[in-house]
């Protein structure tokens, strides 16, 4: 084992008799990569060896495959829902989701449609201020924690060159994580102004990917 992580001779015995306190990051990444690691299996190494979930992904593929059942899952929920990879690519959304867009039509990646598209910025409102920051700060938390990632790379150049988004995602003011118990205003096509109370959740099969149920409240209008 020694010689196919190319470590000193012994290294991996001290390892696996957990005798090597504070093992190397880029030991157990090769660990797993040579054992082929489940996800589950993989995240326990390191809740182990270090004390904490892997800071590090086993392969750039994790979090960029999600399982299929989460079609269903869509399907089943009557609010908004959608499931996007480590990159925001949609991978599974439901049809009152994809009455929030022009003719039914889903972006394929939900940042770049909310951070780019013309679209959005009428859609979501207060754009500028609340939408456009908070999706601008978890872009850039993305993009630090995977920066190996090729769609994430091209999606954080394609940002900072845009004259609107560009200065919002420079400027860095919000920190924002994800938009789990989040409310914002939103105009949606169908239904009209309202709120959109947004609740969300990480894969555990596909470390950064996203779960998101957004709850529409319309709001009266008045004349």
């Known amino acids: 084992m020694d010689q196919l992580l190319r470590r000193a001779d012994k290294t991996y015995g001290r390892f696996e008799r957990g005798q090597l306190p504070n093992a190397p990051e880029d030991l157990l990444v090769a660990v797993g990569q040579l054992l082929h690691l489940t996800p589950d299996e993989y995240t326990t190494m390191w809740l182990h060896a270090r004390g904490h979930r892997p800071t590090r992904p086993m392969t750039p593929e994790v979090g960029m495959t999600v399982p299929s059942t989460w079609q269903a899952a869509c ?108 409310d914002r205003r939103l105009r949606h096509p169908l239904w009209g102004v309202g709120l959109a109370k947004m609740v969300a959740a990480n894969l555990f099969a596909a470390p950064g990917a996203r779960v998101i149920i957004v709850v529409f409240e319309p709001q009266e209008q008045t004349h």
Request: proline share 7%; charged share 20%; glycine share 6%.
């Open 75 to 182: 399907d089943g929920q009557r609010h908004m829902m959608y499931v996007t990879d480590m990159a925001w690519r949609v991978v599974a959304h439901n049809r009152p989701f994809a009455d929030l867009f022009r003719n039914r039509q889903v972006p394929g990646n939900t940042a770049r449609w909310m951070l780019l598209a013309d679209e959005a910025k009428t859609t979501l409102m207060d754009w500028e201020t609340t939408w456009a920051p908070s999706v601008a700060g978890q872009l850039r938390n993305a993009f630090a924690e995977h920066p190996d990632n090729p769609d994430l790379a091209q999606l954080d150049r394609a940002v900072r060159a845009d004259p609107t988004a560009g200065p919002i995602y420079a400027h860095g003011a919000d920190a924002s994580i994800a938009p789990d118990g989040v």
